[in-house]
């Protein structure tokens, strides 16, 4: 039974940092396209990054800082408008109006009404299907992180105990995966790309303590809110601050407990590790083919010879995402790729979840 790293710190108030901040911000809009946001993101993270410096990390996960890289529902549509160019402006007008105001605030109750119910109907769907399922998952994963912090909405009471749904949504991935065969209790290091706030990994460390080393890639701002977020939790995260300009990033030798590196797509090539277990969640579909190539081959030259990729992409191609049969083509150039069973009452996003080793070229 796996039972979570020992002698972990206790959980933290998540910190601002605005100097680390604007440095991962300035510093990407020196890079070129390679690594920089694609069309997908590029006005998503814009919009994070002016509402990161507006409101700070306290309450990220209710508000549209992490709308498109977390769990936050979108209440108040005129946060959406920060990324744009009339984002400090607009939003005051809106707000300061009495006729526009009051539709405003019927609209924001409105949805708030709607995401509500829609949390109702999944809690319900779950515990018809799903609650066998989560009793085995804590039965052998005692250390499965309970409530949800940051001001997330997506939560779940089960006999009496707060979750967050999003992470359980992860560890219903994890979990079928694990059926599949892959043994996660032989990974000591791991490396997500396009890792969000970090949700995933804090789950796998909690799960798995065997594993002592986690990469997590990602673009500014998703990076910083990541290193905060994981710091929380972890105490020590090696953050763009102490790895900035290295041309060789590694984790500390003989390191006795979990250590995390957050880093950013274009010093990925200075990391210099190798990896028993890379995941790509839902991140491929919104990337560019180069930079989905970028990515497999960096991926490819890092696992160990028993490592494997695990590739999850969306069913549907809403919002300007690339069809799975797209990344997974591009995937197979590199690597062995078959198709695995997903969880039948998982209720988040409509994907397909794949797994493989790299060839041999």
């Known amino acids: ?25 300035s510093d990407m809009k020196q890079q070129d396209a390679l690594h920089r946001a694609g069309p997908y993101w590029d006005g998503k993270i814009r919009n994070s990054h002016r509402l990161i ?24 549509l005129t946060q959406q408008l920060a990324g744009t160019k009339y984002g400090r402006v607009l939003p005051w007008i809106l707000r300061h109006t009495p006729m526009y105001s009051a539709v405003l605030a019927v609209q924001c109750r409105w949805t708030k009404d709607s995401v509500d119910r829609e949390e109702e ?55 079928s995966v694990r059926k599949s065969g892959l043994d996660f209790e032989q990974v000591e290091t791991v490396m997500e790309i396009g890792g969000g ?20 890639v990602d673009l500014p701002p998703v990076a910083y809110v990541a290193g905060q977020y994981l710091g929380k939790f972890f105490g020590k995260v090696l953050t763009y601050r102490e790895t900035r300009g290295q041309e060789s ?10 250590e995390i590196l957050v880093i950013t797509p274009w010093q990925l090539p200075q990391l210099r590790t190798e990896i028993d277990l890379a995941w790509s969640s839902h991140t491929f579909a919104e990337m560019t083919t180069d930079q989905i190539t970028f990515y497999l081959r960096e991926i490819a030259s ?23 049969d797209a990344v997974t083509a591009l995937a197979s150039r590199r690597f062995a790729i078959e198709k695995i069973a997903a969880e039948e009452w998982s209720w988040y996003w409509s994907s397909q979840l794949f797994r493989g080793r790299a060839r041999n070229t």
């Open 302 to 324: 890092r696992l160990q010879s028993t490592g494997e990729l695990v590739l999850i992409s969306y069913d549907d191609i809403s919002g300007g995402a690339l069809p799975v």
């Open 1 to 25: 039974m796996s039972s979570g790293p020992i002698n972990m710190p206790p959980e933290r108030p998540i910190l601002d940092d605005p100097a680390l901040l604007e440095m991962l911000w």
């Open 197 to 216: 706030i970090g949700a995933n990994l804090h789950l796998m460390l909690n799960l798995f303590p065997n594993i002592k080393r986690a990469v997590l």
């Open 121 to 175: 109907t999944q809690a319900k769907l779950f515990t018809a299907l799903g609650g066998d399922w989560l009793d085995a998952m804590l039965h052998e994963f005692p250390s499965l992180p309970r409530g949800s912090s940051e001001g997330s909405a997506s939560r779940m009471l089960w006999r009496g105990e707060d979750f967050s749904s999003y992470y359980l949504h992860m560890l219903s991935y994890i979990d």
């Open 53 to 76: 410096r507006r409101f700070g990390l306290a309450e990220f996960r209710d508000t549209a800082i992490a709308t498109s890289f977390a769990d936050a529902p979108q209440i108040d």
């Open 249 to 258: 990033i590694h984790f500390t030798p003989d390191q006795k407990e979990p």
